[in-house]
């Protein structure tokens, strides 16, 4: 599911801030340099893959573009940028990170990757073959059975699967074995009912561009299968495409108009267009239906009141989901932010330990907990959490804005002004108006 992008405003808003000093690569050699270097590269391209993973696809491309600023020829980053444009189906952009892979005489496999899954996207799938064919990838044999599959080619495609033995994809290979062998116990069952389930193996194992093909296919002729369109609909959704996923959530709710995840569908791409009294209204109704999405609408229920100002009510509904323990990180924030005008210590001492327990070793999570600790004036832990987020996070501009207004706190202008700076800068890389222009209004005042 999409996340919610406003949160950090929030941040900025509450005025609260930790502090702990940061350094990056002085008072070192260029051996250490380099490691340092190495290592904070790392450390980001892991949480860009965890970005990836949890489809903050957006936030992504903002930290590769900050990271291929740093070096042009980072292959790595340059895949994984080539990769997220081709999940928002920007082919174009995709085909011109390629276009640099190649340049670079990078990975073989990568491009490889790469090339199969643009020429898939485009229907070229002719061209997909003969680049698997060539390829050493992995994943080969997976892909050239899902080919076979995506053009009704059943027997041919289940033989490739039935062979993959010990090697990677196996365990998914597996579940679209076990789909297609459903489908056979049906006789009546149309090929929409197979292609439908297929989509949903691929896009429950993180397979998004082979799974929008069969979910396409399985929707076409207007076919009834209520899953098809939902799962279509998490991939709009979680591109950004809100206005493609309001049609096709609209589509399932017509054929099962009690069924509780579509009305949290519909609920949340209302928020994300900022209609709020429309996604209150539907994730009401989600609410209504007791269901196991009862926690996570309470939570998209919690930020549409809060958004309108709706304070105690938006409070009500995030308490349900952290008990619930289905929290997202970023709506932490403004659960946070909430019950800090309160000064609800047990509450957000609660918080700490469900961020360690569900969010370890985010770079996020660290800044919270450090915003809680400072909420509560223990600036010695402050300091421990914060600075776990910028090792974690070394270009995270919020925490940089907080370790300003600390040095402020504590009369340390020269210190704060560094660190404002800092916060300016990695903002603007990343197109965070609100921190960027925060930073900048407060450098006015040193």
């Not at 999409?2 to 940061?22: C, D, M, N």
């Not at 199969?116 to 698997?132: I, N, V």
């Not at 609909?233 to 609209?250: R, S």
Request: net charge positive; hydrophobic share 40%.
């Amino acid at each position: 599911m999409a996340k919610k992008f406003f949160i950090i405003i929030l941040l900025i808003l509450a005025g609260l801030v930790g502090y702990q000093t940061y350094q990056k690569f002085h008072n070192s050699n260029n051996t250490n340099q380099f490691t340092e270097i190495t290592t904070t590269t790392q450390t980001n391209l892991t949480e860009i893959e965890d970005l990836i993973n949890t489809h903050q696809y957006q936030k992504a491309q903002e930290n590769l573009k900050t990271l291929l600023q740093i070096n042009t020829t980072n292959q790595e980053a340059l895949f994984l940028s080539s990769k997220i444009y081709l999940l928002r189906e920007k082919n174009d952009l995709a085909e011109k990170f390629l276009e640099a892979l190649k340049k670079l005489k990078a990975d073989s496999k990568q491009i490889a990757h790469i090339q199969f899954l643009l020429q898939y996207q485009r229907g070229q799938y002719q061209l997909a073959l003969k680049t698997l064919q060539k390829s050493q990838i992995p994943e080969k044999k997976f892909y050239e059975g899902i080919l076979r599959l995506l053009q009704d080619d059943i027997v041919g495609g289940r033989n490739i699967l039935l062979n993959i033995q010990g090697q990677a994809y196996q365990s998914l290979s597996q579940q679209i074995l076990n789909d297609i062998s459903l489908f056979e116990t049906y006789q009546d069952a149309n090929l929409g009912f197979l292609h439908a389930k297929i989509g949903k193996s691929l896009k429950n194992n993180q397979e998004v561009i082979l799974a929008k093909k069969f979910l396409l296919k399985a929707v076409s002729n207007q076919n009834q299968f209520r899953d098809a369109w939902l799962y279509l609909g998490h991939i709009y959704l979680e591109t950004q495409k809100y206005a493609d996923a309001i049609k096709v959530f609209e589509k399932a709710k017509q054929m099962s108009p009690y069924y509780a995840e579509t009305h949290l569908m519909l609920g949340s791409t209302y928020y994300f267009l900022k209609q709020y009294d429309r996604a209150i209204k539907y994730l009401e109704n989600a609410i209504s239906f007791k269901t196991q999405q009862t926690a996570k609408a309470s939570e998209y229920l919690g930020l549409s009141y809060y958004a309108q100002g709706q304070n105690t009510k938006a409070i009500s509904q995030f308490n349900k989901s952290h008990q619930a323990q289905t929290l997202d990180l970023d709506s932490y924030a403004s659960y946070i932010y909430l019950l800090s005008e309160q000064a609800d210590t047990k509450k957000l001492n609660s918080i700490i330990q469900r961020l360690q327990k569900a969010y370890p070793q985010k770079a996020m999570s660290y800044n919270l907990q450090g915003w809680i600790k400072l909420i509560q004036k223990d600036f010695s832990s402050a300091k421990k959490f914060l600075n776990l987020a910028l090792k974690k996070d070394p270009h995270l501009a919020a925490a940089f804005l907080n370790l300003g207004q600390i040095s402020l706190a504590e009369e340390k202008n020269d210190l704060a002004t560094t660190y404002f700076q800092k916060a300016a800068m990695y903002a603007k890389q990343k197109n965070e108006i609100s921190i960027y222009n925060k930073a900048n209004e407060l450098l006015q005042t040193l």
